[in-house]
């Protein structure tokens, strides 16, 4: 149990183009979701925290009109690279959280590469 | 505000052999504390975490972490090393009050395991 899935797992784009990234709680409702960026022999750097059906709450720098988080149901949240470049390729990771009354345990997906040419 | 730190950047072990990773955290009281697990192309997996009470853990796949407050440590260790160990292990922390909504994680630790 506890399946998180991300699509796609890897993606190519060229500057100035939107990509949009899927991440999935596949056998349990996630009332909250998290958005991670991991740069190369970094750690994973919070970006976002998504609650079902309302805004995103940003991490301090993170630029939330370029990084746009939906999370429109229990089970999905998107994040929309808007106008990417070069320096937004990266390693992003979700992760889902079930309500909270039942632990506070975030359980990760696989992670998505992003390449922006 | 809370920090991490994993100061070996890779590890290589012998299978069979035991296994320490280090992490020390900064925090002013004591947090709850992690050790993840990322093999490619999988979401991170939980091995162990601590939040009070015995200061050794035990989790999953045979690993356990001590906690010492002296000295800001939480390392993992196994005893035998098994080929399949081999991935990037992660150390993270989270306050008491941001439990649940806040991880901060370290550089990670990647793991090689030689025959």
């Known amino acids: 149990g506890a399946v998180v899935s991300q699509h796609p797992s890897r993606v190519i784009c060229k500057s100035g183009t939107s990509v949009k990234i899927e991440c999935r709680s596949l056998?349990?409702?996630?009332?909250?979701m998290f958005w991670y960026r991991q740069f190369p022999k970094q750690s994973l750097m919070l970006m976002a925290t998504s609650n079902e059906g309302s805004k995103a709450t940003y991490e301090q720098g993170v630029e939330k009109d370029k990084f746009l988080i939906n999370h429109a149901s229990l089970t999905l949240s998107t994040l929309t690279v808007t106008s990417a470049h070069p320096e937004d390729s990266s390693f992003y990771i979700c992760s889902a959280r079930p309500d909270p009354t039942s632990g506070n345990e975030q359980f990760f997906g696989p992670g998505t590469r992003l390449t922006v040419l | 505000a809370q920090s991490v730190t994993q100061p070996d950047i890779h590890i290589t072990v012998s299978e069979g052999a035991s296994l320490e990773l280090r992490c020390n955290y900064s925090y002013g009281a004591t947090p709850y504390l992690f050790w993840y697990v990322q093999s490619p192309g999988q979401g991170l997996q939980l091995l162990l975490k601590?939040?009070?009470?015995?200061?050794l853990v035990q989790g999953i796949k045979g690993f356990e972490a001590e906690f010492k407050r002296s000295q800001s440590s939480f390392n993992l260790r196994k005893p035998s090393v098994h080929w399949s160990d081999a991935a990037e292990y992660f150390c993270?922390?989270?306050?008491?009050?941001?439990?649940?909504?806040?991880?901060?994680f370290g550089a990670g630790t990647i793991l090689r395991v030689k025959s």
């Open positions: 056998d349990f409702q996630a009332t909250t």
């Open positions: 601590y939040f009070s009470g015995d200061t």
């Open positions: 993270a922390v989270a306050t008491p009050e941001e439990y649940g909504n806040k991880l901060v």
